[in-house]
DNA sequence: CAGTAACAGTTAATCTGTTGAACTATTTTA
DNA sequence: TAAAATAGTTCAACAGATTAACTGTTACTG
């Protein structure tokens, strides 16, 4: 391809990728209930499809500190969102769990945020959203890889 | 289109959107220079491409209220990045603009970005990329329409 | 088996980004 | 000309992140 032409096309990602994060965040954050900000309900988001997890494990996964994991999981179970609980084989970890409040909160707030991007969706030719969505997929698996070998394995 | 469809591409989307933003970003932050954050850097990006703006039309771009930019450009210009000039017909106003020093950081680092997406971008075939961009594009008009709606404009 | 490595998680200090309310200074407008 | 609107700043408070030092627990090794 055209070096010109791949130019053009990485500035043109780079925009709307800026602006997509940007404005979707906005708009995701209005399905927000009040004492609850995007980060913490993906943390809620992650333990409820895992059925629990670990600190590490979250640490590993939204690419942070296991200290700004702790600092977030400390705010959320104060709120009772979420339970700590110690395994008794291995007493180092720990397992997070969702608490019957937080999962209902949850379920509440990730309806809205499905009704939100259905509405988005529903804007596209299925034709469309399929392809878009596989070359979105083949991209994740890209920018993994480039990190696995940049800060290696 | 099926509803359990939808819901079915609505949670892939939420996810990929979530892996890449964590991931993307985080391969982002790798070209920066030490005493940058992504931030910082979409700042001067933005900054350099209207060749100078206001801290309004960043809040505005940005989605943040002005303080937030006033934050953010006090460091930028503490460490010599970005001035500061009072338009002399209406005074209330501030353009900002890069400082030399600034402009050419941020060319440094905006290349690097540069070669990063290209890598990614490359793997793809032209046609596959260009109607990845096209519905992403969409998306984001898409997106701006339901800001504009639910915030009233 | 004792002693050291490695691991899971926490704490504390510090920074960046964000909000919201109150404020200053400067136009605009009625 | 007085009141309203606008551009930007300040301040207090909080969320999220990093780094380094630390606790407690488990695994490994000579």
Redesign the pocket.
């Known amino acids: 391809m055209d070096s010109a032409l791949i130019k053009e096309i990485v500035d043109k990602y780079l925009n709307l990728t800026f602006s997509i994060e ?1 404005n979707g965040g ?1 708009l995701i ?1 209005c399905q927000m209930g009040n ?1 609850m ?4 309900h993906y ?1 809620l988001r992650y333990i409820n499809q895992k059925e629990g997890c ?6 590993d996964v ?15 179970e104060k709120k009772g969102f979420i339970q ?1 609980t110690r ?10 769990t969702l608490t019957d409040v937080g999962r209902e909160l949850f379920y509440e707030t990730e309806l809205r945020i499905h009704q939100l991007v259905s509405s988005f969706i529903e804007q596209f030719e299925p034709d469309e959203i399929e392809r878009f969505i596989q070359t979105y997929e083949k991209l994740n698996q890209i920018i993994l890889a480039a990190k696995d070998e940049m800060l290696g394995e």
């Open positions: 940007r906005q954050k004492d900000t995007n980060d913490q943390i670990t600190s590490s494990e979250l640490a939204f690419n942070v500190n296991k200290s700004a994991i702790t600092a977030i999981i400390d705010r959320l700590r395994d008794e084989q291995d007493r180092r970890v720990v397992y997070l």
